[in-house]
């Protein structure tokens, strides 16, 4: 749904373009992607000459934009003007700028190396445990066959194994060839 309405604004060349925390639902890579090849440097949007309005949470996504208005718990301007401006300001975008980089800096603590190695350990553990998984468990289609019903299931298998029978009955049936002699 979120790709089909944001192809529709896109193809439909407004001037200016309405995007209410836009991204919030989808997830870091489709995100970045979207984002770039539509709001980014030469984003198509850009090329465009599209006004963007962008109403977003997304402070790593600050730097992108022309033009920025930072609003208060009522509602009031509480700054506005452009990324560099208002990082050397040190008000709210500021703010909110370094505690994303300090969260950034947090999910990385640990070397690359280490995570690698993690990474490494963690994807071989999965496929040690694919290969044991078990592949069915009676106890499930017991469950599925109790909620629909033991009468309703043996009907059900009475019906498909009709339909396969005389699905193919009429194929295997063949008539003997008669050869005729003579008058």
Known sequence: MFAQSLARAVYSRRRILILDDTFSG???ESEDGIFTRLLGKRGL???LGVTVLLATHAAHRLSYADHIIALTAQGTISEQGTFPELMNSGGYVAALAARHKL???RSDER???ARHAKDSDDAHETASEELVRPLGDIQVYKYYFAAVGWFNTAIFFALIMSFAFFSRFPGK???PTVARFGR
């Open 111 to 113: 070397p690359p190396s």
């Open 173 to 175: 049936m063949e008539l």
């Open 103 to 105: 969260e950034d800096e």
């Open 45 to 47: 949007l850009r090329q």
């Open 26 to 28: 989808l997830d870091a």
